[in-house]
């Protein structure tokens, strides 16, 4: 069974920096895209980012392109996100998923932005 844990989240400031982690369980992670995607309140899900399996190749929405990078760590079963200057529009909650099944994503972790 596919299971996808987030973590990191938090209340931060206007221009302040999150890291977030998800760990994986219950497939091959090293086969496997992973995304990025978040929820604003009241809104649906928007993808943000996407690496491949080996990690050599990322994709970002150009609202957090230049701010944010992903990684994973095929050893560990981590993906990461490591968001930087940090809008109030970045507040959502985040999930991470296996690229393509959005279905997969975990509990998700909020991220608040505000002074």
């Known amino acids: 069974e596919v299971q996808l844990v987030e973590s990191g989240g938090g209340l931060v400031q206007p221009g302040g920096s999150l890291r977030l982690s998800c760990a994986a369980s219950?497939?091959?992670?090293?086969?496997?895209?992973m995304s990025w995607v978040r929820q604003a309140p009241g809104k649906g899900l928007e993808w943000v980012s996407d690496?491949?399996?080996?990690?050599?190749?990322?994709n970002y929405a150009n609202s957090v392109k230049g701010r944010f990078t992903i990684s994973r760590d095929n050893t560990k079963n981590t993906l990461y996100l490591q968001m930087n200057s940090l809008k109030p529009e970045d507040t959502a909650v985040y999930y991470c998923?296996?690229?393509?099944?959005?279905?997969?994503r975990g509990q998700g972790t909020q991220g608040t932005i505000s002074s």
């Open positions: 690496i491949n399996s080996g990690g050599s190749v990322t």
């Open positions: 219950g497939f091959i992670f090293s086969n496997a895209g």
């Open positions: 998923a296996i690229s393509g099944a959005p279905r997969t």
